[in-house]
Structure formats: C-alpha cells, structure tokens
C-alpha cells in the first residue's frame, strides 16, 4: 500500500512540473492486487486532476497453467511429464514461445495485450483521454512494450520484469523513457519466518514463486526415460500376471 501510495505521489508531482493533462484514464488489471494499487493511485492524483478508472481483461499476468504457483521442484514433482515436454519446447523453440501446459506462452501475451491497445486508440479519440496510467504486471508491461514499439522475443528475454510499483513513462512524442521511479522495495521474508494471515502467505508465495520460464534445475532426459521404462515393465508384468 504504501508503494502504491508513493507512485501516486510520484505521478501527482510529475503532472505538478510538466503539463497539466486534461484527461487521465487508469486502466488496471483485473487481478485484485492490480485493482487495489490503482485505486490507491487514483486517490493521490483526484484531488488535483480529473480521473476515470477501469480495467480491462486483456491486461492480466501470464497463466502458467498446470504450474500455476508452483516452484520448479513443485512442477517437477506434480507434473513430471508435462514439465518435461515444456523444457523441450524451451530447449528448441526458446523461452518466449514455449507454453506451460494449460497455460499461456510468452508470445500468447504478447498476442493477447496487442488487443488492449486498439482500446487505448478509442478512449483517445472518442473521450478526448491524453494520459494513460496502466496498472498490470511484469510479463504484461514487457509484453505491452513489445507490441507499442515493434521489439523482438530477444528483447523481451533481456528485458527484466519492473519492481513493483515501478512507473515506466512514454511521454506524448511516443518516446520510451524507461523506468523513471522506482519506490523503496519492502525486504522479503523468508520462509521459515512467515507467521501472517493466509492472504499474506499467499501474497509471499506469489511474490517467491520461481519463474518457470528459465532452464535452471529442468528434469533431466535420462530421469524421465527411467520412469517410462519403469512403467512400461509393470505394465508388461500385469500383462503376464493377467493372461
């Protein structure tokens, strides 16, 4: 909250030295925690400038499916097959175009968030909008970036998901000045000192969670054709045993 709260301040004192805009619209993401941050920030800015909030579907986070929430050893464990043919598909097609299963590749939110910005054209024109204030996620701003300014999936790789509450500024040239704020990050607890509501935990978790699109600690090949091979023997067994 308090991040949220210095980003509004941030944003309410950059309208205070530059021009006045005469319309502001935040778009949030539908996820609560983007919704929560944007009203924070409308709250700093109302009582100087007019704001509209409201948000749009096609700027949520990646889905990662089956893997969802889940560590690397978690996805291992759970989903030892489906883990495997991801990293095969990271292996050979790269990181931006594999596809966790049931979820959403890199390329999928890219196609995704380059429908939200035909809706930025019309707020535009049809309400007269001249700022933009967007509130999404990581993946979802990089994406975001790729689709405005024409980058390719190496960009997107090199490119480090925001800090939270980050203001990332393309001013009315169409002109990416990068992350021009950056609040205090609060410290991460760890694990083991973790005594919170289970919201909070399941804030924490969010926060820990491994991103799964890298090729750190994948199952190895040799590991997966043992458990195929045990299987195919004990399928053989109760064959035998049965006929």
Not at 40 to 61: C, M, R, V, W
Not at 120 to 139: A, L, N, R
């Given at each position: ?75 291992e464990e ?67 970036l790729m ?97």
């Amino acid at each position: 909250e308090k991040q949220a709260k210095d980003t509004g301040e941030y944003i309410k004192n950059y309208y205070d030295d530059n021009n006045s805009p005469n319309q502001v619209m935040i778009i949030s993401s539908p996820y609560k925690r983007a919704r929560q941050t944007a009203e924070i920030i409308k709250a700093q800015i109302d009582p100087h400038y007019n704001s509209t909030l409201t948000e749009h579907l096609f700027l949520g986070e990646q889905q990662f499916g089956l893997f969802q929430g889940l560590s690397i050893e978690e996805c291992e464990e759970r989903f030892p097959y489906e883990h495997y043919h991801y990293n095969i598909a990271d292996k050979f097609g790269g990181k931006f175009f594999a596809r966790p299963p049931t979820g959403e590749s890199r390329f999928d939110v890219v196609s995704r968030v380059t429908n939200f910005i035909p809706f930025i054209e019309k707020m535009s024109y049809e309400q007269q909008i001249t700022d933009f204030i967007v509130v999404c996620h990581g993946v979802t701003v990089r994406a975001l970036l790729m689709s405005l300014f024409g980058h390719n999936p190496e960009w997107f790789e090199f490119e480090p998901n925001p800090r939270n509450c980050s203001v990332r500024l393309i001013d009315y040239e169409f002109d990416d000045k990068g992350y021009v704020y950056i609040p205090e990050q609060r410290p991460r607890k760890s694990r083991e000192k973790i005594e919170d509501t289970d919201e909070e935990k399941d804030k924490e978790k969010d926060e820990e969670k491994v991103d799964l699109l890298t090729n750190d600690n994948v199952v190895k090949e040799s590991e997966i054709f043992k458990i195929i091979n045990t299987l195919q023997q004990e399928v053989k067994r109760l064959k035998s045993a049965m006929g």
